[in-house]
């Protein structure tokens, strides 16, 4: 039976690749924070569900010799490097954390199978986030980076490790540039799922109002169950390579909320506020890629319209506010992430 190291399991990516590969066959290892395994109620509830199927060890992106400890321990046929600080707003807030904990720790992992797990496959989550200030639309493999966050950064410095590690030392390391991907499992800090979680609220009458920034920014918005297949895609592959996973269409957080509000019966325009304090300092304007790459070498598609995609986060927040509210709970500010 393989063996497959994912680091952030407890993330919306980790627990969607940690279903397929179950399904696959593989026996299944994941990396957490040891204040995760001392709050498994509210730190795990995206696999709790898996908890039996999985196993679970201690560590720290911030200590190498802990992550080395457990690629030793597990030797994994496969590792998939998921875990970051990848919320790009906090991004600007603490630049030296966000870069810190990204670069570090791709680093860190990088080094630890190269010397304790030479022959397993890696695969480093890039980002969108790299091309920034794009010189071109729809972005490719080929298009220079240009990232306008320390977030973005980050990203850029983990592909060229990843890569160097993959043409210095052998590596089978692949880098996934994924696009926006989203989903009922996504973090209420994220613009998609606070639309979604916001507009439960006040379908239920328990705000009146929804406060966003740049609604003319504009994104290719997909579904992470489907972009992590592409992720177990590129390690089935021969030669290692970078891949661009997208929808190859953009939509601006104006259609997202327009969409989201219509499916619940109300009008968008009647609750969203644009509130200055949500624009980014260095603003992303357009970011849609070209995947005809993965397509035509890996065989991966996408096939799910952007519509579904909204009305599938709105139906789960509905449900799930509508639950808390049986509970007697989720009447105040903070979110309650035990569902």
């Not at 993959?166 to 613009?191: D, K, M, Q, T, W």
């Not at 979604?196 to 929804?210: E, N, P, T």
């Not at 989201?260 to 970011?287: I, K």
Request: proline fraction near 3%; charge should be negative.
């Amino acid at each position: 039976m393989k063996k497959a190291l994912i680091t952030g399991i407890t993330g919306q990516d980790g627990s969607y690749l940690a279903e397929l590969l179950l399904g696959e066959g593989y026996q299944v290892h994941g990396i957490v924070r040891r204040v995760a395994l001392e709050d498994p109620q509210h730190r795990m509830w995206r696999i709790r569900h898996l908890l039996e199927d999985i196993h679970l060890h201690s560590a720290s992106l911030e200590s190498y010799p802990s992550l080395f400890n457990v690629v030793r321990q597990v030797q994994p046929a496969e590792c998939y490097h998921l875990a970051a600080q990848s919320f790009v707003s906090y991004s600007f807030e603490d630049e030296f954390s966000t870069l810190n904990t990204n670069i570090n720790g791709t680093h860190y992992m990088l080094s630890a199978i190269k010397e304790a797990a030479p022959r397993c496959r890696f695969y480093f989550a890039a980002s969108s986030e790299m091309f920034g200030k794009a010189a071109e639309v729809p972005q490719n493999e080929q298009t220079p980076f240009h990232p306008r966050s320390s977030y973005g950064i980050s990203k850029v410095a983990g592909f060229h490790l990843t890569r160097n590690y993959r043409e210095a030392y052998g590596l089978h390391a692949s880098c996934g540039i994924l696009y926006n991907h989203e989903s009922p499992r996504r973090g209420f800090e994220f613009v998609t799922r606070k639309i979604s979680h916001q507009l439960a609220r006040i379908k239920l009458g328990l705000d009146s109002q929804l406060r966003l920034g740049n609604l003319e920014a504009k994104r290719d918005w997909g579904h992470a169950a489907d972009y992590v297949r592409a992720m177990w895609l590129m390690l089935q592959q021969e030669q290692p390579d970078d891949y661009v996973i997208s929808t190859g269409s953009c939509h601006t957080v104006r259609e997202f909320c327009d969409i989201a509000f219509s499916h619940a019966g109300l009008h968008y325009e009647d609750y969203v506020v644009v509130d200055e304090r949500f624009f980014r300092p260095a603003e992303v304007d357009v970011l849609m890629g070209d995947c005809s790459k993965a397509q035509n070498v890996m065989g991966w598609n996408y096939d799910r319209s952007f519509t579904d995609l909204v009305q599938e986060m709105v139906d789960s927040d509905l449900r799930f506010v509508a639950d808390q509210c049986r509970a007697g709970i989720g009447f105040g500010s903070q979110h309650d992430q035990s569902h």
